[in-house]
Antibody, heavy 119, light 108 residues
Framework: EVQLVESGGDLVQPGRSLRLSCAAS????????MHWVRQAPGKGLEWVSG????????TYADSVKGRFTISRDNAKNSLYLQMNSLRTEDTAFYYC????????????WGQGTLVTVSS | EIVLTQSPDTLSLSPGESATLSCRAS???????LAWYQQKPGQAPRLLIY???SRATGIPDRFSGSGSGTDFTLTLSRLEPEDFAVYYC?????????FGQGTKVEIK
């Protein structure tokens, strides 16, 4: 069974940093590109960042570019999101999601971890 | 960036009825790289449809997708109690991958 389990969400003050993790199991992790998608409470879905299996193709939404860094460790079947200079508007549930390489949708999602940025 | 606009924002229907959800793109989607997801309260999104009309694994045939270019439709036939949820369209042919704002299908 495919499982994606996010962790690391917390309440943090504006300007601080946080690192999210996503542990994958039930599939061959390095066969897939991985992404982060977020959802502010009661709002819609926003794509945040993506990384291919070799970590040589990385993309970011303009809203997080220069502040967030995505990475992965295929040996540990894990995906990460380093979030720096957090803003109140970054408050959201953060989901990791997998996709097959190329133009394919997100076919499996984790349950999400909540990041709250507030003073 | 491709903007996706879903309509209506909310649909109020009874079990057994059918629902038609619309997703309009600001520019033509190459090769119909359009997906639909279902999200229930407190849960992650679930992939329903990809390639505009192909059902994902395990999705019942009461869910169907159609459309091309800029206009796409998700049809839910014979609504079951578990189908009441929020539905999002997403284009995945160009970066950034964008989502529509969602359509809530609620029980009337």
């Amino acid at each position: 069974e495919v499982q994606l389990v996010e962790s690391g969400g917390d309440l943090v003050q504006p300007g601080r940093s946080l690192r999210l993790s996503c542990a994958a199991s039930g599939f061959t992790f390095d066969d897939y590109a991985m992404h982060w998608v977020r959802q502010a409470p009661g709002k819609g879905l926003e794509w945040v960042s993506g990384i291919n299996w070799r970590s040589d193709v990385i993309t970011y939404a303009d809203s997080v570019k220069g502040r967030f860094t995505i990475s992965r460790d295929n040996a540990k079947n894990s995906l990460y999101l380093q979030m720096n200079s957090l803003r109140t508007e970054d408050t959201a549930f953060y989901y990791c999601a997998r996709k097959v390489a190329g133009n394919y949708p997100f076919d499996s999602w984790g349950q999400g971890t909540l990041v709250t940025v507030s003073s | 960036e491709i903007v996706l606009t879903q309509s209506p924002d909310t649909l109020s229907l009874s079990p057994g009825e059918s629902a038609t959800l619309s997703c309009r793109a600001s520019q033509s989607l190459s090769s119909s790289f359009l997906a639909w997801y279902q999200q229930k309260p407190g849960q992650a999104p679930r992939l329903l449809i990809y390639g505009a009309s192909s059902r994902a694994t395990g999705i019942p045939d009461r869910f169907s997708g159609s459309g091309s270019g800029t206009d796409f439709t998700l049809t839910l036939s014979r609504l079951e109690p578990e189908d009441f949820a929020v539905y999002y369209c997403q284009q995945y042919g160009s970066s950034p991958r964008t989502f529509g704002q969602g359509t809530k299908v609620e029980i009337k």
